[in-house]
């Protein structure tokens, strides 16, 4: 069965240091993959999406980067984080089209 | 721009009841709709989708109404219980490349016991 890995599950930051947040998926080849982001108590926003590896599409301009340097990894990234960069961050993969995603349990940053 | 957006930022219903959550959508072009619930410190976890050649689809005590005359989505969860408590996201398919799901702004589901 596929099953998708995100970690940390919580990180506390100091403003101006870098991040790096890993994701992983098991069981599955060429998915689609997402990091999307939660503010508390509100919806997610989609920030990057990449098809392949290499391949990586940009959503919303911000601080924030992401690479795929692996078929099932997925790795969002920050130079300098800002303390907007709060917020609970999601990986999800899915494949075809039209399909459901699947979301990791999340990792909540916080930025001070 | 277009997003799906949810007509209920709460919702309070007895144990047992029936619970209706509403979604409206404005990108005509969508052609995959899901519902997610998604509990207090974890991910999103899926529910039930639907297709735009559908109208309606039945899960295990879920119901998914697609309206797309005036753009509406509805989830109706039977029976409400305790363990549906949660934040529950309609999300659309743009219709585009790559499977991007545009998510609405959640509606949070309590049940009184």
């Known amino acids: 069965s596929q099953t998708i890995h995100q970690w940390p599950a919580t990180l506390v930051q100091p403003v101006g240091s870098p991040l790096s947040l890993e994701c992983t998926v098991e069981?599955?080849?060429?998915?689609?993959l997402y990091w999307y982001r939660q503010a508390a108590g509100r919806g997610l926003q989609l920030l990057f999406y990449?098809?392949?590896?290499?391949?990586i599409s940009s959503e919303v301009p911000q601080n924030l980067s992401a690479s795929r340097p692996q078929d099932r990894q997925f790795i969002l990234s920050s130079k300098k984080l800002l303390l907007s960069d709060s917020g609970f961050y999601l990986c999800?993969?899915?494949?075809?089209?039209?399909?459901?995603?699947?979301f990791g349990q999340g990792t909540r940053l916080t930025v001070v | 721009g277009e997003s799906v957006g949810l007509h209920l930022p709460t919702l309070s219903v007895q144990e047992g009841d029936n619970s209706i959550i509403n979604c409206a959508y404005s990108?005509?072009?969508?052609?995959?709709f899901i519902w997610y619930k998604q509990e207090s410190g974890k991910g999103p976890q899926f529910i039930i989708d639907?297709?735009?050649?559908?109208d309606k689809r039945q899960g295990q005590r879920v119901t998914v109404l697609l309206n797309k005359t005036v753009k509406h989505l509805s989830l109706q969860i039977a029976a409400t219980q305790p363990g549906d408590s949660a934040v529950y996201f309609c999300?659309?398919?743009?219709?585009?490349?790559?499977?991007?799901?545009?998510f609405g702004g959640g509606t949070r589901l309590m049940v009184k016991p």
């Open positions: 069981g599955t080849s060429n998915p689609n």
């Open positions: 999300a659309e398919n743009r219709g585009n490349a790559g499977n991007m799901l545009t």
């Open positions: 990108n005509s072009a969508s052609d995959y």
């Open positions: 999800a993969w899915s494949v075809g089209w039209n399909t459901e995603a699947f």
């Open positions: 990449s098809v392949g590896i290499g391949q």
């Open positions: 639907i297709r735009s050649n559908m």
